[in-house]
């Protein structure tokens, strides 16, 4: 199963999620990553899974006469690393007038053959949350071969030869990447990539590494005066959490957890859904104070509170 959802989003609405490459497969290993740490780290672009079956999927749900805002490329690991991306966004073109969002870490940007690939999307959601090769390398800790000034060229270039919207997302982690001077370096970078917007975001979702600290909402409001009026805080914070869509599935999930302690891959393999799916009820129920999450031999494992 390569197509989820759709999967409620704050910014895409009811998003159709489409997961190209294979878990944890990513040129990045964020500190922040809500999936855990990187199990492939790599900058080699290479088909993953039959298109066929992947638009198949697609054309499912199209025809469920669910509401579906966008559809959107993300997922399990870096979306850009699938040379099929390209043609895959080209052919939704050729079936439905729902636009086209791809997240990406943008690291691949610099790369001619991945903004062509992006080129007929609606929006592209990139990340940027360093601009010193020391912090990246903290933040992002990225396979060895890239270079951020390299990456942050790609930005610019991409910027330039796109028609489409470009909303550039900053995870900032307390300590590591939310200094005045850092940040002041970041705004200068963004000046010259010019997105339509600027999402602010912070960690509030259990991260890969323990020591990732999210920044509070008042220390996102001041950092948000620094980046100006056309950037905007995504975090969830105090909010209440949306509550996905399927209230079956949600009940299934909870009682799994009920009868044992059990892992994101426990799940998905015992109720054949999508690991990304999962993980919006695992984190509504986190929220919700229903569940919480224990290690043991260096797995996570989700048990009732």
């Not at 001619?112 to 933040?139: C, G, H, I, N, Y």
């Not at 900053?170 to 005045?180: C, Q, R, T």
């Not at 949600?250 to 999962?278: C, F, W, Y």
């Amino acid at each position: 199963m390569n197509v989820y959802g759709p999967v409620p989003s704050r910014r895409l609405g009811y998003s159709l999620g489409v997961d190209i490459i294979s878990f944890k497969e990513c040129t990045f290993d964020c500190i922040y990553c809500q999936l855990g740490p990187t199990t492939q780290k790599t900058i080699r672009r290479k088909k993953y899974f039959s298109s066929k079956e992947i638009l198949s999927e697609i054309k499912e749900k199209l025809a469920s006469g669910q509401r579906i805002d966008y559809i959107t490329f993300s997922g399990s690991g870096e979306p850009s690393l699938n040379l099929n991306l390209g043609k895959l966004i080209g052919e939704i073109k050729k079936i439905t007038n729902i636009p086209v969002a791809v997240l990406s870490n943008g690291s691949l940007l610099s790369r001619k053959s991945v903004r062509k690939d992006l080129l007929a999307a609606d929006l592209v959601v990139p990340s940027l949350d360093a601009a010193a090769q020391e912090t990246f390398a903290k933040t992002n800790r990225a396979h060895s071969s890239l270079k951020l000034d390299e990456i942050i060229g790609g930005f610019e270039r991409f910027r330039q030869e796109f028609k489409g919207s470009i909303w550039l997302e900053i995870m900032l982690v307390k300590g590591v990447n939310d200094s005045l001077s850092h940040l002041r370096r970041l705004k200068e970078a963004i000046v010259k990539i010019k997105p339509d917007k600027i999402h602010l975001n912070t960690v509030v979702r259990p991260p890969a590494e323990k020591f990732a600290r999210p920044l509070s909402l008042n220390e996102l409001e001041k950092i948000k005066k620094i980046f100006g009026k056309n950037s905007e805080i995504i975090a969830e914070f105090d909010r209440k959490a949306q509550k996905p869509s399927s209230e079956n599935l949600e009940k299934a999930i909870l009682s799994m957890i009920q009868r044992r302690p059990v892992t994101l891959s426990d799940i998905t393999i015992s109720l054949g859904v999508h690991k990304n799916e999962v993980i919006k009820y695992l984190n509504f129920l986190l929220e919700e104070g229903n569940i919480r999450t224990s290690t043991h031999k260096g797995l996570e494992y989700y048990e009732p509170r």
